[in-house]
């Protein structure tokens, strides 16, 4: 899961370094008993009682439409399964084993014995089950995709879905898929039951909450139980501050330990063009490339863009290799459709290339020059104003004449949705968990906010979507990442990644915070 | 006051002229003239304000980029001097539009008085209570949900308040001219109301309302810049000084020569309006001494 | 009469208004003496300059004003003193009542700003100088339990009979009453030439009122456009009046028959200032006319030459 | 006195409706759909066309504008000035958690500023057009002319990141409110020396001050009693009219200090177009201008003389 990648050499020779230094003092104090004592007492103290994060997005811990924030999501629920990226597998969590019936319409998940919830009820089926009707009951992702739910037994649960498709498998990983315990509903366990607060597996339980202000949480013993470690904090505060130069100001003036990017990617994010200035200011900097790609998307309906030469006009002109500079190179370029990571990208080996002389003499083989072209970007994403600015810049060499128009969300909701647009700055993937997600909500003809579809890519991404067999859907995926390519169906610009910014103080273990693609801070401490 | 507008445009123009009697007014008007001719001949002092060379980011103020370059590799120069233009534009068609949109009402209610009068007053009671600034915030927010033209916005959102202060004056003078005597001599006489309007009442406003305009100016360059820094302003890549700020305070520790330029510039382009709209007041609105 | 000893001679004064645009001169080659005892009313129309002629005695005049010349005040040139010699002089030795309109200050008790001469002269405390000035309210008829009332209080008339004990209170050398009767009715203007009879004092009073002047002065000087144009004795000036100005001024009284003096086409000549509305004016009148000395009267005229 | 006071209150009445007229034609003026907005906003979930409509009938949006106004001045009355679009909070509790911080701000500033702009302006005034004045009047030129938030943040780059002895941002601690305070004071103080100097000099220029000089009184005293005591009553007003702004001059302040007072609220809720909010601060803002202003009339009344036995004898 950890994303060797974008450590640096000299990062990891630190965490090597830190490593041994670790391993050797333990191993020497291992030798004297008495001294034991001595070092637990020395690390009570090491460590503040509390860690403050200052984060963008509230966590809506009286629950929501998509119900609680991804935060708590992540941090008080577990799932039944996890998503490992680099193997394109399903991997156990809660459930130890999982077996497909009825061509996959259900499945039935075996679940791992002596799991406790943060009450110190038991994990069981029932509780799976309870879960389930919920998520039917109160969530659009439930509803659409759960039919019920039946107990075998006190360890085994049969989870019937509403298609026969791979997504379904793919979606247990999907943050809303949490499961929690029936007594988060009162009464208990009525899924049509008022919601609480969220009681879950996971290493963090609620202990405060203001609506927009903060979130207040405490160590899960039960989790660091089973997990052999221990806690570095005896709080852990949640500042919300939403206003991402804010936050950034927040953790310089040492309000709080760290800032941490929304775990859903794409949005509420520490600003890419600070990572490098906060680093040289002494922060750390911590981040874990993720499936996230940062893209033009075309109306491609719509002249000029209806045209696949002109789109790859627009392909061909933009230096991505330039794009990142904006970032201090703190991301990469996107060259393929997704991180080399992501399932068939390697083998697909489709290369997006940054070509103005070709992009030119397209140009004016189309006598495309002068053509004018709105591009709208959304006002909260400062980091795609610079971007979308650059490209102006860039498509310019080739006579496009782009009209940027940075526009508040309803505004740009609205040119949106009536198609009064050409171009705009959009991203496709997301977190690890997320691929096949929202490979569905963007590639799928089906779906509302989709970036391109056509009926060749279309039909590969249904096939994507219900395909079980592993080396059968690389083979689709492969040919998909050729299809968008060919077609030039949107344009990649650089793959985003998820950080972490905190102050000296801060003890993390990379791995840990890592753990998945979204960060999970279950490790840190603030030293004193 | 004057009788007349010939006698008014002697009177006057002799003392426009005495602008550069006038110290304050005559550094007023250098700044001003220095920024506009900075605006307008920014395509040709300077590089384009759009060109990003991404090598050249955050670079420090330099021979080759006198103010040195912003995160997009921008000279930072270009976008001053462009700047410019989009500034004094803004608060020259702002100013000028509130101005015959104000001033048209104010004298209107002023010289009928009755009802239009009373509720006239009311409005500008009202708007007198609500800071303008807010609500100038308000209506750009609710502006800029619909409309994708951010220029259009702000010029709307500001008229909409602005044309109150002149309002306010312009129906003072009205008020106070028409109870005057030559004015009741003319209208006794049988003059129309546009003979009195053009002959007598715009030749007495005209001076008190050209300070104001400048005054007003230069507020309204702080206004358009503070909707800039909160990012409700221009919206990029039109430059624009307080946008330009508003990206600039990202770099205070790397790069403090983004934020430090364009403030400069606010500040001394408000400056330059008021130093002018102060010394225009002292010259061409002296109060008689008295003994 | 030329024996008495003067009080205050004024030799040979211009007092001039710097401006931006041009430099105004308000009072020009002004010769004036006062002699002890007697009451000078300098009369004439308002802009003529009276008002600012006393001020630039207590060079209490705005900054832009320049005065020339001299004004001789016991022996001392008053525009050569330093400010706290002056402020020595003012209301301790040559004491103002101002116009009645607006001189009190709205936000002090009439009490305390009358005493305030008193105990700021006098070193006295506060209360003894109120109760002081209480006996002088008392003389000239202010009840006494109004002087904890403040000005808007009052009446015009109770107003200028404030300002009256405030310029008394010091037991001053000179007088200078600007414009005592402006704003009052005919039965308030006969209460204050009663008042003024009652002072027993070396006062300059300023005034464009002629019936008043005739009550109450000894000398009248009349100023015309900043210049004086004849000094004659009371008597004299209300019987045969030399300088067709000031025909003009009695002739335009109501019981005189109301003729207004003709008006003016120029504003700025030189030569004699009244030439242009003048009905004797001739070729001579095109230089300045000195002030000559007819019988014991002045007169700035070349009919008299 | 008491008939006067009935007098000001009954002529605020007329302001009030405007105030809250333009408060609420504001959300009139805006585009979207209330409804959707809140639904989406609230859910995450673009939602179906009916319950869109169920919920345009439930919250009253399909009522003609005038019945909508009205039926909302009756809930503003009765103290319900609704919800939150963004976080479902009621509106009342965001402004009054905010309320404290940006009193806080505006007294410091306020007081700072009072202080050191009575005794600037009258050392202008006293030294009119000579250096001293000079050196006052530029400074307090380039006060109205330079934006808080350059000056906010060329204070940051000073303070927090070249010497790096005073927090850029935060609340709560006396060293966060000094850079703030200090920034704001800069133009408040400006606009009020200026109006203090002004106010001075308009009383040196009355009749009573020549009257006064003419007493021989040394000029401190004729300033101090005569000039200051009546120039003090329109300072006073102006000072505390600007209480009814307190919100505005701090807009910009609190926005480069990231201070959680009113003016941020503001940005925030336009920025996400949260519009009870933005509706709710105008009204408040605007009553309080109104009322501080019916209040300071009062005050006057009490301390000025020439009102105080206005009915009696003018």
């Known amino acids: 899961m950890i994303e060797e990648k974008s450590i640096t050499r000299r990062e990891f020779m630190k965490y090597v370094a830190v490593g041994c230094a670790v391993a050797m003092g333990t191993s020497f104090l291992g030798c004297m008993k008495k001294e034991d004592v001595v070092k637990q007492e020395i690390q009570k103290n090491i460590y503040r009682d509390e860690f403050i994060l200052g984060y963008g997005k509230d966590h809506k811990l009286k629950g929501g439409k998509w119900g609680i924030g991804f935060f708590p999501k992540t941090h008080i629920l577990e799932r039944l399964v996890e998503y490992d990226l680099k193997r394109d597998e399903y991997i156990p969590s809660l459930a130890e084993k999982w077996v497909l019936e009825n061509d996959g319409k259900a ?166 063009n600070m990572l490098d200035v906060l680093k040289r200011e002494g922060f750390k900097v911590y981040k874990r490339i993720i499936p996230l790609t940062w893209i033009v998307a075309f109306n491609y309906e719509k002249e000029p863009f209806n045209d696949v030469k002109i789109r790859e006009i627009v392909d061909l002109s933009v230096n991505r290799d330039e794009i ?139 096939r994507i979507l219900t395909e079980y067999d592993k080396n059968k859907r690389k083979h689709y995926l492969i040919e998909f990442y050729k299809a968008v390519y060919e077609e030039h169906g949107v344009v990649p610009l650089y793959f985003d990644i998820m950080t972490v910014v905190a102050s000296q103080k801060v003890d993390v273990e990379y791995g840990e915070l890592f753990r998945y693609a979204e960060p999970m801070f279950h490790s840190v401490g603030v030293r004193i | ?175 106070s001219i028409k109870e005057r005597e030559f004015i009741l001599c003319t209208k006794a006489l049988g003059a129309g109301d546009s003979w009195i309007l053009f002959k007598h009442i715009i030749p007495n406003a005209i001076s008190p309302i050209i300070v104001l305009a400048t005054l007003n100016m230069g507020s309204v360059v702080m206004t358009v810049a503070s909707l800039g820094f909160l990012g409700l302003g221009i919206q990029p890549p039109t430059p624009e000084w307080g946008q330009m700020l508003n990206s600039g305070k990202n770099y205070i520790t790397t790069a403090p020569w983004i934020m430090f330029f364009p403030g400069f510039f606010i500040a001394i382009s408000i400056l330059g309006f008021n130093m002018l709209g102060e010394g225009l007041r002292d010259v061409l609105e002296k109060r008689n001494i008295k003994y | 009469m030329s024996l008495k000893k003067e009080i205050l001679s004024i030799e040979d004064l211009r007092v001039v208004f710097k401006n931006p645009f041009k430099n105004v001169a308000a009072v020009k080659d002004v010769d004036l003496k006062i002699y002890e005892g007697e009451k000078l009313a300098l009369i004439g ?50 004491a103002l009542i101002p116009q009645n309109q607006a001189s009190l200050n709205p936000v002090l008790t009439v009490g305390f700003q009358a005493s305030e001469p008193i105990f700021h002269h006098f070193k006295v405390n506060k209360k003894v100088a109120f109760d002081k000035i209480l006996k002088l309210f008392k003389f000239f008829k202010i009840p006494e339990n109004r002087a904890k009332e403040y000005p808007h209080q009052f009446s015009g008339g109770m107003r200028q009979r404030v300002l009256v004990s405030m310029g008394l209170s010091t037991n001053p050398d000179l007088i200078l009453a600007d414009e005592p009767t402006k704003g009052l009715d005919f039965t308030k203007k006969n209460k204050i030439i009663e008042i003024f009879n009652k002072i027993n004092k070396t006062s300059l009073i300023i005034t464009h009122d002629l019936h008043f002047a005739q009550k109450i002065s000894d000398r009248i000087a009349v100023m015309y456009r900043g210049e004086i144009v004849e000094i004659s004795s009371s008597k004299d000036f209300f019987c045969s009046p030399l300088h067709p100005y000031s025909r003009g001024l009695l002739n335009s009284l109501p019981s005189r028959g109301l003729k207004p003096i003709k008006e003016g086409r120029r504003k700025y000549i030189k030569g004699c200032i009244f030439r242009d509305r003048c009905d004797f004016s001739y070729k001579r009148c095109r230089i300045k006319p000195p002030l000559l000395n007819v019988n014991s009267s002045f007169v700035r005229c070349w009919l008299y030459d | 006195m008491i008939e006067y006071i009935i007098r000001r209150i009954i002529q605020i009445v007329p302001t009030l409706f405007g105030i809250s007229f333009i408060s609420f034609s504001l959300l009139m003026l805006f585009p979207g759909d209330p409804a959707e907005i809140i639904i989406t906003t609230s859910s995450g979930y ?177 300033i101090i009693r005569h000039a200051l005591r009546n120039a003090l009553i329109p300072i006073i007003t102006y000072f505390s009219l600007s209480m009814g702004h307190l919100i505005v001059g701090s807009i910009m302040v609190e926005s480069v200090f990231s201070w959680p007072g009113l003016g941020s609220l503001l940005v925030e809720s336009t920025i996400k177009r949260d519009f009870p909010v933005v509706q709710a601060l105008i009204l408040f803002v605007g009553v309080l201008f109104v009322i501080t202003n019916l209040l300071i009339d009062i005050l006057y009344a009490i301390i000025d003389p020439r009102i105080r036995y206005g009915g009696k004898n003018v």
């Open chain 1, 107 to 272: 499945i039935v998940f075996e679940l791992k014995k002596g799991i406790k919830f943060s009450d110190g009820e038991e994990f069981n089926a029932e509780a799976v089950k309870f879960s389930v009707e919920w998520l039917k009951q109160n969530h659009p992702l439930g509803k659409e995709t759960f039919e019920g739910a039946e107990v075998i037994d006190e360890h085994t649960v049969l989870i019937n879905y509403k298609e026969a498709k791979f997504l379904n498998l793919a979606k247990m990983a999907e943050f809303h898929m949490g499961i929690m315990s029936p007594n988060s509903v009162s009464p208990a366990g009525d899924p049509k039951g008022k919601f609480v607060y969220p009681i879950g597996t996971g290493p963090f339980k609620v202990v405060d909450y203001k609506e927009e202000q903060y979130a207040v949480y405490e160590p899960n013993p039960y989790w660091y139980e089973r997990m052999g470690i221990k806690p570095k904090f005896k709080r852990f505060i949640v500042k919300i501050i939403k206003d991402e130069d804010t936050r950034v100001m927040a953790l310089r003036s040492g309000e709080v330990d760290a800032i941490s990017d929304y775990s859903h990617g794409g949005s509420d994010y520490t600003p890419r």
């Open chain 1, 324 to 462: 990142v500079k904006i970032f201090d190179n703190q991301v990469l370029p996107a060259k393929t459709l997704f991180i080399e990571e992501a399932p068939g990208i390697r083998e697909a080996n489709r290369i997006y290339k940054y070509d103005p002389e070709v992009a030119r003499a397209l140009a004016e083989e189309l006598g495309i020059k002068g053509t004018k072209a709105s591009m709208i970007i959304e006002r909260e994403q400062g980091d795609q104003i610079l971007v979308g600015q650059l490209i102006q810049q860039q498509l310019k060499n080739v006579g496009i004449d782009v009209e940027l128009n940075v526009l508040e969300s309803g505004a740009y909701k609205e040119r949106r949705d009536s198609g009064d647009y050409d171009m705009r700055i959009y991203y496709i993937g997301g977190t690890d968990r997320r691929f096949y997600l929202r490979m569905f909500w963007r590639f799928h003809p089906k779906t509302k906010w989709k970036v391109y579809v056509s009926e060749r890519t279309g039909e590969l991404c249904d």
């Open chain 2, 1 to 175: 006051m004057f009788k007349t507008f010939s006698e008014f445009s002697k009177t006057n123009f002799k003392k426009i002229g005495v602008i550069f009697l006038n110290k304050t007014a005559f550094i007023g008007f250098i700044i001003i003239l220095t920024i506009t001719l900075m605006g307008i001949l920014a395509p040709l002092i300077a590089c384009d304000p759009y060109e990003a060379d991404i090598s050249e980011r955050l670079q420090p103020p330099s021979l080759k980029h006198l103010f040195g370059t912003d995160e997009l590799g921008r000279d930072i120069f270009a976008r001053i001097a462009h700047g410019a233009k989009t500034t004094l534009l803004l608060a020259l068609t702002i100013s000028l539009l509130s101005m015959i949109i104000g001033s048209i009402i104010g004298a209107i209610s002023g010289y009928y008085g009755g009802k239009i009068d009373d509720l006239l007053g009311r409005i500008i009671d009202t708007f007198l209570a609500i800071p303008e600034f807010v609500l100038n915030i308000a209506l750009v927010g609710v502006l800029s949900a619909a409309y994708s033209d951010s220029i259009l916005n702000i010029v709307v959102a500001i008229v909409l308040t602005n044309w109150v202060t002149y309002a306010r004056v312009t129906r003072g003078i009205v008020m």
């Open chain 3, 45 to 94: 129309e308002s802009g003529s300059g009276k008002s600012i002629l006393a001020l630039s005695v207590l060079r209490l005049l705005p900054k832009n004003a320049e005065s020339s010349g001299k004004i001789i005040f016991k022996g001392k040139n008053l525009l050569e003193l330093n400010e706290s010699e002056m402020r020595e002089i003012r209301g301790k030795q040559i």
């Open chain 4, 46 to 222: 673009e939602p179906a066309k009916e319950i869109i409509e169920e919920y345009r009938r439930e919250i009253g949006l399909d009522e003609p504008f005038i019945v909508q106004y009205i039926n909302w001045l009756k809930k503003i009355i009765s103290g319900d000035f609704g919800v939150s679009w963004t976080t479902g909070e009621p509106v009342l509790d965001m402004i009054a958690e905010r309320f404290p911080a940006s009193l806080q701000l505006f007294f410091a500033t306020f007081l700072i500023s009072a202080v050191f702009s009575l005794i600037l302006g009258i050392i202008s005034a006293l030294y009119k057009d000579r250096a001293l004045d000079s050196i006052i009047r530029i400074f307090s030129l380039l006060g109205i002319s330079i934006p808080s938030f350059w000056l906010g943040l060329i204070l940051i780059w000073i303070f927090s990141v070249k010497l790096r002895i005073l927090p850029a941002f935060g609340y709560g601690n006396i060293e966060h409110i000094i850079l703030p305070v200090l920034t704001w004071s800069f133009s408040f103080m400006a606009i009020k020396t200026r109006f203090v100097r002004a106010s001075l000099l308009k009383e040196l220029s009355e009749e009573y001050i020549i009257t006064a000089r003419a007493k021989g009184l040394p000029e401190k005293v004729v």
